[in-house]
């Protein structure tokens, strides 16, 4: 049995599985059971690997994150925190785009996810864009781009995810405490992107919102956003672990949805929990799958090699990051994030760590490159949710996204290579 005949096994049955449509679960752990198949290793050893993947208590964190944020989904909150951002940057030369970024900042610190990021807040931003006399194109482009900001922001699961796949070494409140200035740098980049356009195309000034109307929409929308308050102060402040803050923060979801705001009836309680179990369900059975996969991977003793054979093309960190970036990118357009924050974290942590960078700051390094990816065909799924949206074609939509694509691997490559930018606020809560 030879280790280079084994991991030619598995990258090849990976692949090949991928290619023929199987889920990403199946396809990692059915690459590892032939892998191990080939190598005589006891197939038990997959099924206890992927209960040991999944049997952490920090994993608690995500069902309580996945359900706050669908309950948040659910009712008005999106309208609310879209007011909000009006107040602030609404009177400006196409304000109703730099509230699409604003607003998608805010309910990406509720929801910390893209793909709930663009169903919510642009199911509301982009008919009111085209009602205004945005081009639909344009109105598709910004949302999608600025959803991006959700996979950054506290509280995004996506962190918690990566900080297993570390092996529970990076912890959680570190990552959040990173995420908060890459994702203000992100949302101040397009929104002066949306700035630029908006003049070049000729849109108008935003309605100016009445005084006598602002007290409230400011307090509804503080209110909206008290949910990740809740999650980023109790973790913060040591007061409460991530999944206390995450079934706090659920609570105070149910009270302010369902109790004060009636936004809709409880019944819908029982559809939210059928949609958040269905989450769940896939996101546990694909952390299971990946670290059998995991292992596999370090029994070939396949993160070694890359180092090896990064550090072979060239010892300087510029060129190595610089990789790492493209391949994330490339890898980014075919795979969906989650999987690839399983499959990906192990392999190049080791490389990243080498050169001396910090594993905190490559995890905001990683979300950002895979969150780019959800932006990209041919699984670009937040691409894919957009252009549903504003019934438009995906190519439209992947022509109206490249300014703000183009702006976001500019930043990208600044918070890479500027890790002040990233590692300030962890370093100064240590």
Known sequence: MDNATAIWILVISFVGLVLLRFPISLTLAGSSILTLLYLHVPL??????????ISTLSLLAIPFFILAGQIMSEGKMALRLINLAQVFVGSIRGGLAMVNNVACLFFGNISGSAVADVSSVGSVMIPMMKKKGYDTDYSVGVTISSAIQGVVVPPSHNLVLYSLAAGGSVSVASLFLAGIVPGILLCISLMITSYVTSVRRGYQKGELIAWRNVPKIVFDGLASMMTAVIILGGIFTGWFTASESGALACLYAFILTFLIYRDVPVSRMWVILKRTFRTVSMVMFLIAASASFGY????LKVPAMVTDLMLGISDNPIIILLIINILLLILGAPMDMAPLIMIMTPILLPVVTSIGMDPVHFGIILMLNLGIGLLT?????????????GNISIPQATKSMMPFFYV???????????PGLVMWLPNYFK
């Open 296 to 299: 596999v991977l370090a029994f």
């Open 44 to 53: 038990a050893v997959v099924g206890q690997t992927m209960l040991q993947g």
């Open 408 to 418: 976001l691997c500019i930043v990208l490559l600044i918070l890479t290579y500027i």
């Open 377 to 389: 065909p041919p699984v670009g799924t937040v691409l894919f949710v957009g252009a549903a949206i």
